[in-house]
C-alpha cells in the first residue's frame, strides 16, 4: 500500500463518518462526547498543567532534560 492510498483511505473514511453529520462539526464533537461518556474511556486526554516556575527553575539548575526530552 503505498502512502496516497493510505491519505485516500483516509479521506475517504472521514468524509464518510462527516457525512453522517450532514459535515456539522458541532454535531461530530457531540457525537464524540457522547461516545466518550459511554465508553467511560477518554477519547482526548486533557492538557497536562505544567509544572510550576520554581520547579522548571530547580531542573533547569540541576541540568535535567526538559519534559519533552525525558524518556
Do not use: W, Y
Request: with cysteine; hydrophobic share 30%; glycine share 2%.
Amino acid at each position: 500500500m503505498t502512502m496516497d492510498e493510505i491519505v485516500d483511505e483516509l479521506h475517504q473514511q472521514r468524509a464518510e463518518e462527516m457525512e453522517r453529520f450532514n459535515f456539522d462539526p458541532e454535531a461530530f464533537c457531540q457525537h464524540l462526547k457522547e461516545q466518550e461518556r459511554l465508553s467511560e474511556k477518554l477519547l482526548v486526554s486533557p492538557p497536562e498543567t505544567p509544572p510550576s516556575l520554581e520547579v522548571q527553575r530547580t531542573r533547569a539548575a540541576r541540568g535535567e532534560p526538559r519534559r519533552a526530552e525525558r524518556t
